[in-house]
Structures are given as C-alpha cells and as structure tokens.
C-alpha cells in the first residue's frame, strides 16, 4: 500500500505543482490585460488629441504633415537667417560710415 501511497502522493504533488503553474499564469494574463487596456485607453487619447490638434490620427497623414511643417519650418529659418544677414550688413556699412567720418574729421 505505501507503493500506491506513494504514487498518490507524487501524482498529486504533480497536480498543485500544475495547478500553481496555472494560477501563476492565470496572474500574468490579468496583469497583461490590465496593461492591455490601459495601453488601449492611452492610444485613443492620443488619436483624439490628434483630431483636434491635427485634423487626423491617420499616420500617413500625419508624417505628411510632419514633412511640410519641417518644409515651412525651415523656410522661416532661412528667411530669418537672410533677414539677420540684411540687418549685420546695413549694419556693419552705418559703423563704416561712421568711421570715414571720424577719420575725416580727425584729419582737419
């Protein structure tokens, strides 16, 4: 009977060592769906900050308008950096100017 016993007891050992198995896994589904849903909840915030920011939560749509606003970004750089550039040289002129004058008057 200890023989019979015996393979009871490892019979059931191996169940509740089935069983913690399933609980442990039957945990990790729940903590996974939890971050699931929220990931989910997140993503819908974000297409709806999308629509009203942007019009679309369409991705293509979005990188487009991605492309175009570095396109109008960088075109306001460069005429900004013309526009300073106009400025520098107006200004370095005035200050020659000023110095001709100077050494005019220094001459007299």
């Given at each position: 009977?200890?023989?019979?016993?015996?393979?009871?007891?490892?019979?059931?050992?191996?169940?509740?060592?089935?069983?913690?198995?399933?609980?442990?896994?039957?945990?990790?589904?729940?903590?996974?769906?939890?971050?699931?849903?929220?990931?989910?909840?997140?993503?819908?915030?974000?297409?709806?900050?999308?629509?009203?920011?942007?019009?679309?939560?369409?991705?293509a749509?979005?990188?487009?308008q991605?492309?175009?606003?570095?396109?109008?970004?960088?075109?306001?750089?460069?005429?900004?950096?013309?526009?300073?550039?106009?400025?520098?040289?107006?200004?370095?002129?005035?200050?020659?100017?000023?110095?001709?004058?100077?050494?005019?008057?220094?001459?007299?």
């Open positions: 009977m200890s023989k019979a016993g015996s393979d009871k007891t490892d019979e059931q050992k191996a169940i509740e060592k089935l069983q913690s198995r399933f609980d442990d896994l039957s945990h990790e589904r729940t903590r996974i769906e939890a971050r699931k849903e929220a990931a989910q909840k997140q993503l819908d915030e974000l297409r709806e900050r999308a629509k009203k920011q942007f019009g679309t939560d369409d991705v749509e979005l990188e487009k991605l492309v175009e606003m570095k396109k109008q970004n960088q075109d306001k750089r460069s005429r900004y950096e013309a526009s300073l550039d106009g400025i520098e040289t107006k200004l370095k002129k005035i200050e020659n100017q000023f110095e001709t004058s100077d050494s005019d008057k220094v001459e007299d």
